[in-house]
C-alpha cells in the first residue's frame, strides 16, 4: 500500500469504529488515506479521529467547497487510486446499485473511475435480504469488488453473517487483488493445514499448538494467483475467505494421510503445511478414564508418514515440505529435503519471536532441492505465503528450461 492514494469511504453503521482501525492500519502501511463520512457515520464517530489517524481533512459535506479553483467531489474523485466503502451499509449499496448521488459520499464514488472495494456489514437477515443480492449482484457485474463480511456475533445480538471483515483482511484483500500477477492460472494446488488431534477417550485428545494460519494463508494466496485449490485442514477456528477453495476437513493423522493420497495424483504443486501427530494412543478408551492415584502411562504408536509417503509416490508433483524447528532450523531442514524427496521445504525455528504457533507473523527460509534459499524476515503470513508461491513458481519456470 506505499504511496497508495486511498479514499476510505464510511457509512453509518456501528461497525463504523472499526473504520478508525482500517484508516490507522493503511496509513501505516504507507498509504496517503483522505476520508469521506456520511452524516450518519459521524454519528457513530467523529471526524476529528479520522483527520488525527491520516493527518488529513475529512469530508461530509457535498457543498462545502474550500477551493474555488476546484469542486471538491470531482477533485477527490480524480485523486483516489483504491477507494473503500466501509463498513459498506444496505443503504449506501442500494444507492450505488441505482446511481443515486445525495450526499459527499455517492456523489464522489460515482464521479471516480477508481477501483472500488466494498466491505459490507450489516445485520445477518438485510445481508440475505433478495433487494441487498440484487443490489450486489449489479455491483459486482459494474465491476465492484466485494469483500465478505464475517460471521459472528453482531451488534444486533445475531450470530451470523454480516460483521464487518477485520481491517488487515480488508488490506490483504485488496493489496493481494492490486499487485499479484496470476502466475499460477491453471495449476492444481494441494495444501495441508493446521493440527490433528489423536483421540484419547471421549473428553481427552493429543494434538499440538498449530492454528493452521500458514497453511490458510497459502491456500489464499494461491486461489489469488489464479490456482485450482484444494485444502486439507485439521481442527482450526479459520474461516476460507476466496470461495474458489475446496475445503476438506479431517481431524486424525489417519485421516489427513488418507486425503492428501486421496488429491495428490492430480496436483501440481502440493505444500504440506500441516503439524500432524507424529504418535497417538495405542489403546483408545470408550469411556471416560478416571482419575486414579499416583502416575499415569499410555503407551503410544507411530502414525503414517504423510510427506514421506508422498514422496515415494511422487511423478510430476512439485512437494514443498515445513519443517518447524528449534533449533538447527537449516541443517535439520535440508536433512529432511533429502530424506523425504521434496523440491523444496520452508524452514522456520518456531522459538523465534515472530515465527511462533499462532502469531499472525512468521520468519522462514525457502530451501530449493538445488539448495539454493531464500530467508525471508519478519512479515505478516498473507505475505508470506504469496513469496513463497512465487519461489515455487520461478523454481518450476527453472526446471522446464
Not at 187 to 212: H, M, Q, W, Y
Amino acid at each position: 500500500m506505499l504511496g497508495k492514494k486511498v479514499l476510505l469511504c464510511v457509512s453509518g453503521g456501528i461497525a463504523a469504529y472499526k473504520a478508525c482501525d482500517l484508516a490507522s492500519k493503511l496509513t501505516q502501511q504507507g498509504a496517503d488515506v483522505k476520508v469521506i463520512m456520511t452524516e450518519n457515520a459521524m454519528k457513530f464517530v467523529s471526524p476529528l479521529v479520522f483527520q488525527a489517524l491520516t493527518r488529513n481533512p475529512v469530508h461530509f459535506d457535498t457543498f462545502d467547497e474550500l477551493d474555488p479553483a476546484k469542486i471538491a467531489h470531482i477533485d477527490l474523485a480524480d485523486w483516489a487510486e483504491i477507494a473503500i466503502i466501509a463498513p459498506a451499509t444496505a443503504n449506501v449499496i442500494g444507492k450505488l446499485a441505482h446511481g443515486i448521488a445525495d450526499d459527499m459520499l455517492t456523489t464522489t464514488l460515482l464521479a471516480t473511475s477508481a477501483e472500488v472495494y466494498i466491505a459490507p456489514a450489516m445485520n445477518v437477515h438485510m445481508y440475505e435480504h433478495p433487494a441487498v443480492i440484487q443490489n450486489m449482484n449489479q455491483l459486482d457485474q459494474w465491476g465492484y469488488h466485494f469483500i465478505e463480511p464475517g460471521a459472528g456475533y453482531l451488534a444486533c445480538g445475531y450470530v451470523g453473517k454480516g460483521r464487518l471483515e477485520e481491517p488487515l483482511k480488508i488490506i490483504e484483500a485488496i493489496k493481494n487483488h492490486q499487485v499479484k500477477p496470476m502466475i499460477l492460472t491453471g495449476k492444481k494446488v494441494l495444501i495441508s493445514a493446521g493440527p490433528t488431534r489423536e483421540k484419547l477417550d471421549p473428553v481427552r485428545f493429543f494434538t499440538n499448538r498449530s492454528t493452521g494460519k500458514m497453511g490458510f494463508a497459502l491456500a489464499e494466496a494461491a486461489a489469488n494467483l489464479g490456482a485450482d485449490v484444494t485444502l486439507v485442514a485439521g481442527p482450526t477456528e479459520l474461516d476460507i475467505v476466496n470461495q474458489r477453495i475446496h475445503l476438506v476437513n479431517i481431524t486424525t493423522a489417519e485421516d489427513m494421510y488418507t486425503e492428501m493420497n486421496k488429491y495428490f495424483p492430480d496436483s501440481d504443486i502440493v505444500i504440506k503445511a500441516a503439524a500432524v501427530a507424529d504418535y497417538r494412543p495405542k489403546q483408545v478408551f470408550t469411556e471416560k478414564m478416571k482419575k486414579k492415584p499416583g502416575d499415569l502411562s499410555i503407551e503410544m504408536e507411530r502414525t503414517k508418514d504423510v510427506l514421506m509417503s508422498l514422496g515415494e509416490r511422487k511423478t510430476k508433483q512439485f512437494l514443498v515440505g515445513f519443517a518447524a524447528e528449534t533449533n538447527n532450523a537449516i541443517e535439520n531442514g535440508m536433512e529432511k529435503l533429502k530424506r523425504k524427496n521434496l523440491d523444496a521445504i520452508v524452514v522456520n525455528n518456531v522459538a523465534t519471536e515472530g515465527a511462533g504457533f499462532g502469531g499472525d507473523t512468521n520468519i522462514v527460509t525457502y530451501l530449493n532441492k538445488n539448495l539454493q534459499q531464500h530467508q525471508l524476515d519478519i512479515a505478516l503470513k498473507t505475505d508470506i505465503a504469496t513469496s513463497i508461491l512465487q519461489f515455487i513458481h520461478q523454481d518450476l519456470k527453472d526446471e522446464s528450461n
